[in-house]
């Protein structure tokens, strides 16, 4: 029988005999990996007040932001003192702030490239640090 290369899992051919404890190795192997992740993921949605600012605050400490909307994204990553968007066939960046567990995006009469205008609703997609 062959065996996955990361986790060492069953990868059973025609002639392979299948039984009970393959899947249970199997699935203790799962679990275990599942059970040491470093991460979590958050999701969120917002309705923009059309600011220069806005902070979005998380659970735990945020590594990595996502945020879209209907023609928009903005990605931002950890400790970078600049986030980037994209929006109506442009790209531009941003003033971001970090906090242990906060993200602010800024960019004084912006609030389009910052994803806060006012009345259009956000998704916010966040890895935040599980340690």
């Known amino acids: 029988m062959k065996k996955t290369a990361q986790f060492g899992l069953n990868q059973w051919e ?3 005999r299948i039984q009970m404890q393959d899947f249970n190795a199997d699935n203790a192997k799962i679990e275990a990996a599942l059970a040491k992740r470093n991460c979590q993921f958050y999701t969120a949605s917002y309705t923009g007040d059309g600011e220069g ?3 979005h605050t998380f659970p735990a400490k945020p590594v990595f932001v996502l945020i879209i909307s209907v023609g928009y ?3 931002l990553m950890h400790n970078a003192e600049k986030g980037y ?3 109506a066939g ?3 960046n ?3 702030t970090w906090t242990e567990d906060s993200v ?3 960019r004084p009469n912006a609030a389009p ?3 806060n205008t006012n009345g259009t609703v956000y998704s916010l997609f966040a890895i935040l640090d599980a340690k």
């Open 14 to 16: 025609m002639s392979d």
């Open 53 to 55: 600012e806005r902070t």
């Open 90 to 92: 442009r790209a531009g």
């Open 113 to 115: 490239d910052i994803a």
């Open 73 to 75: 994204f903005y990605v």
């Open 94 to 96: 941003y003033d971001v």
């Open 104 to 106: 602010t995006l800024s």
């Open 85 to 87: 968007n994209y929006y």
